[in-house]
């Protein structure tokens, strides 16, 4: 089993950056796709974008293109997410995610086997 530990929310004003980090207790962080989701509040957990093992591929909702980039840093077990031009619909709880299994990241929280506890984000007009 492999623990994830989100930081780097906060808050910030529209139009700023903040940059997510997510910490993987386990060597074999390498062999997992892993996926950014976030929910605000009050709305399910929605997909923001996901990375294959190697880093080698991503991919990113709609709403991240052009704004957000996830990368990893396999030999540091830890995941990020930066995001720019950022705006008040970005609040919400951003929450990484681990899947073992599938060599490309999914867009469904369903495939996905281990979570971290969420960072809040959030984005003042």
């Known amino acids: 089993q492999v623990q994830l530990v989100e930081s780097g929310g906060g808050l910030v004003q529209a139009g700023g950056s903040l940059r997510l980090s997510c910490a993987a207790s386990k060597r074999t962080f390498s062999y997992y796709s892993m996926g950014w989701f976030r929910q605000a509040p009050g709305k399910e957990r929605v997909f923001v974008a996901g990375i294959a093992p190697s880093g080698g591929s991503t991919y990113s909702a709609d709403s991240a293109k052009g704004r957000f980039t996830i990368s990893r840093d396999n030999a540091k077990n830890t995941l990020y997410l930066q995001m720019n031009s950022l705006k008040p619909e970005d609040t919400a709880i951003y929450y990484c995610?681990?899947?073992?299994?599938?060599?490309?990241?999914?867009?469904?929280?369903?495939?996905?086997?281990?979570w971290g506890q969420g960072t809040q984000v959030t984005v003042s007009s």
């Open positions: 995610a681990a899947d073992s299994i599938g060599l490309t990241p999914s867009e469904s929280a369903d495939d996905y086997e281990y």
